[in-house]
C-alpha cells in the first residue's frame, strides 16, 4: 500500500492531538514531520516514540516552520495539515500558498475526526481570540456547578513544551503539583487558579488517555471542563458549547481561524469587558454572532477589575506587566494591569523597552507593536530571568501584576508591586446562572 507523507504544521498542541486521533496508527499515512510556531524554543525535538505508536519507532521530528518548503521537497510530502490557532486568515493562506507552491495538498482538520466523546456530560468554554476572558468565565462556570455539589474536572488545552513523555496525561491538584512538573509561567497562569479554588485539573499530550482519567477520577467527576486554548475549538464533543468574545478586538471573531469555527459552534457567545469597551463596538461584536449564529444566546458581562493595593498606583510612575500570550500573538494593545492603572489614577506609564534584556528583546523585535507594556513571557528558565531583570532594571515607583498568577512567587522584584484580579459579572438576563440550570436539568444532574 502506498503511504501519503504528511508534515503536520503547530504549536505542541492541536497538532498532536490531530496526529493521535486521527493519524497515528493509519497505516496509510507516513507523518514525516511536525513543524514548530508562535511558541520559542519547542522546534528540534522529537515527537517520542513513546506516544507516537507502533508505526513509528524513532518518533517524529520537530522542525522549525521557517524550513517548511525545503521539507515539503526532501521528504516527498504529499500533504500539510495546518494545526494551529489564534491566526487570522491571511496567514492561514499564506500558510497555504508555501504548501501547494513546493507541491503539497494543504489540508484543515474539523471536530469530525478530532473531538472525542466522553461518558460525561462535558462544557466546553472557548474564545475567538487570546485574552477574551474564557479563564475567567470557565471560573465562573466551575463555581455555579459547585454551588450545587457537583464535581467538576477541568481540562485544559495542551501547552507540552517540556519532556512530551513525562507530559502525556498530567493531573493537577495543589501548587506542588505545578512544581513536580515544571510548569512553564504560561502553564502556571491556566493551572493555578483552577489548583486554588479547589479543583482537579488535567492536561498534557494524549488528550484520549487524558479523558478516560479524567473521567475516573479518584476525587469523582461529574462534569468535564473542556477549558480551551487561544482560539482552538475543543477537542471534546461538548454537550453545552460557550464562546468569548472580546469587543476591544471587533470584527476579529470573523477574520481568525479557528476563532469563527468556535464562534459559529457556540450555544452561548459571551461578549465580555462591556465596562471598558465602546458602545458601537459591543454593538458590532453582537451583530457578528446573530450573522453567523443567530442560535446562540448571547450573554454581555463585564470583566470586574480589582486591586491588592490601590494606593501604590494613584499618582505612581507604573510598570505593566501583562500575560505574555495576550499581547503577543493575541494582538491585544492593552489588558487589566492597564485598565487598573487608568482606573486607579496612575501618573504614568514606565516605557520597559530602555530596560529590557535577552529574550524580552526578540519578542518586542517580533511583536512590535507591544508599546509601553512588558509582556510575562516565562515559556523557560531564560525567559524568566530576563523577565525579573528588565523589571528590576526599570526605573518606577511600583509594577502592576496583570497575569493571572502572582509573578511574585516565580522571580524576585526588587520594588513595590500590586496584582490585578479579574471575575465574570454578566449583565442582566440571559446569564449563565440560566444557562447552567438549564443544563444541569438536562442531564439530571
Known amino acids: 500500500m502506498d503511504r501519503k507523507n504528511v508534515i503536520i504544521i503547530g504549536a505542541a498542541g492541536r497538532d498532536f492531538h490531530n496526529f493521535n486521533t486521527y493519524y497515528r496508527d493509519k497505516e496509510n499515512y507516513r507523518v514525516v514531520a511536525f513543524t514548530a510556531a508562535q511558541i520559542p524554543d519547542i522546534d528540534n525535538r522529537k515527537y517520542p516514540a513513546?506516544?507516537?505508536?507502533?508505526?513509528?519507532?524513532?518518533g517524529i521530528p520537530i522542525y522549525s516552520q521557517d524550513m517548511l518548503p525545503q521539507l515539503i521537497k526532501d521528504l516527498e510530502v504529499d500533504e500539510c495539515v495546518f494545526a494551529y490557532s489564534d491566526v487570522n486568515y491571511?496567514?492561514?493562506?499564506?500558510?497555504?500558498?508555501?504548501?501547494?507552491?513546493?507541491?503539497?495538498?494543504?489540508?484543515?482538520?474539523?471536530?469530525?475526526?478530532?473531538?472525542?466523546?466522553?461518558?460525561?456530560?462535558?462544557?466546553?468554554?472557548?474564545?475567538?481570540?487570546?485574552?477574551?476572558?474564557?479563564?475567567?468565565?470557565?471560573?465562573?462556570?466551575?463555581?455555579?456547578?459547585?454551588?450545587?455539589?457537583?464535581?467538576?474536572?477541568?481540562?485544559?488545552?495542551?501547552?507540552?513544551?517540556?519532556?512530551?513523555?513525562?507530559?502525556?496525561?498530567?493531573?493537577?491538584?495543589?501548587?506542588?503539583?505545578?512544581?513536580?512538573?515544571?510548569?512553564?509561567?504560561?502553564?502556571?497562569?491556566?493551572?493555578?487558579?483552577?489548583?486554588?479554588?479547589?479543583?482537579?485539573?488535567?492536561?498534557?499530550?494524549?488528550?484520549?488517555?487524558?479523558?478516560?482519567?479524567?473521567?475516573?477520577?479518584?476525587?469523582?467527576c461529574d462534569v468535564i471542563l473542556w477549558d480551551g486554548g487561544n482560539n482552538d475549538f475543543s477537542f471534546y464533543k461538548p454537550d453545552l458549547a460557550i464562546t468569548v468574545l472580546d469587543p476591544h478586538r471587533p470584527g476579529h471573531e470573523l477574520n481568525y481561524y479557528p476563532g469563527e469555527v468556535a464562534l459559529r459552534t457556540a450555544d452561548v457567545a459571551i461578549i465580555n469587558k462591556i465596562d471598558s469597551a465602546d458602545g458601537h463596538s459591543i454593538n458590532m461584536v453582537e451583530e457578528n454572532i446573530k450573522s453567523v449564529n443567530p442560535k446562540a444566546v448571547i450573554i454581555k458581562a463585564e470583566s470586574k477589575i480589582n486591586v491588592d493595593n490601590a494606593d501604590l498606583i494613584k499618582g505612581k510612575r507604573v510598570l505593566v506587566v501583562e500575560d505574555g500570550p495576550t499581547l503577543t500573538h493575541g494582538e491585544m494593545k492593552l489588558g487589566a494591569g492597564t485598565i487598573a492603572a487608568q482606573r486607579f489614577g496612575a501618573k504614568e506609564l514606565v516605557d520597559p523597552r530602555p530596560y529590557i534584556v535577552g529574550k524580552l528583546k526578540d519578542t518586542f523585535e517580533t511583536y512590535k507593536d507591544i508599546g509601553a507594556l512588558l509582556p510575562a513571557m516565562g515559556y523557560g528558565e531564560q525567559q524568566l530571568k530576563d523577565l525579573e531583570e528588565t523589571i528590576n532594571n526599570t526605573d518606577c515607583d511600583a509594577v502592576i501584576i496583570g497575569?493571572?498568577?502572582?509573578?511574585?512567587?516565580?522571580?524576585?522584584?526588587?520594588?513595590?508591586?500590586?496584582?490585578?484580579?479579574?471575575?465574570?459579572?454578566?449583565?442582566?438576563?440571559?446569564?449563565?446562572?440560566?444557562v447552567i440550570n438549564d443544563f444541569i436539568k438536562k442531564h439530571n444532574l
Open 403 to 434: 497575569t493571572p498568577i502572582d509573578l511574585t512567587r516565580v522571580i524576585n522584584i526588587n520594588k513595590p508591586c500590586t496584582r490585578v484580579h479579574y471575575e465574570l459579572d454578566e449583565v442582566g438576563s440571559p446569564n449563565l446562572t440560566e
Open 90 to 220: 491571511q496567514t492561514v493562506m499564506g500558510v497555504s500558498a508555501i504548501v501547494n507552491a513546493a507541491g503539497a495538498d494543504f489540508k484543515l482538520m474539523g471536530p469530525g475526526y478530532t473531538m472525542l466523546e466522553s461518558s460525561k456530560p462535558v462544557i466546553s468554554v472557548c474564545a475567538v481570540r487570546t485574552g477574551c476572558g474564557k479563564s475567567q468565565t470557565s471560573r465562573k462556570v466551575i463555581e455555579l456547578l459547585m454551588e450545587n455539589n457537583l464535581k467538576v474536572v477541568a481540562v485544559r488545552h495542551p501547552m507540552p513544551y517540556g519532556d512530551l513523555a513525562a507530559q502525556k496525561v498530567q493531573r493537577f491538584a495543589t501548587l506542588e503539583d505545578l512544581k513536580k512538573h515544571n510548569c512553564t509561567v504560561e502553564e502556571m497562569e491556566e493551572y493555578e487558579p483552577h489548583v486554588i479554588r479547589g479543583n482537579i485539573i488535567y492536561a498534557g499530550v494524549d488528550y484520549e488517555a487524558i479523558l478516560r482519567a479524567a473521567e475516573e477520577d479518584a476525587d469523582g
Open 50 to 58: 513513546e506516544l507516537a505508536g507502533s508505526l513509528y519507532p524513532e
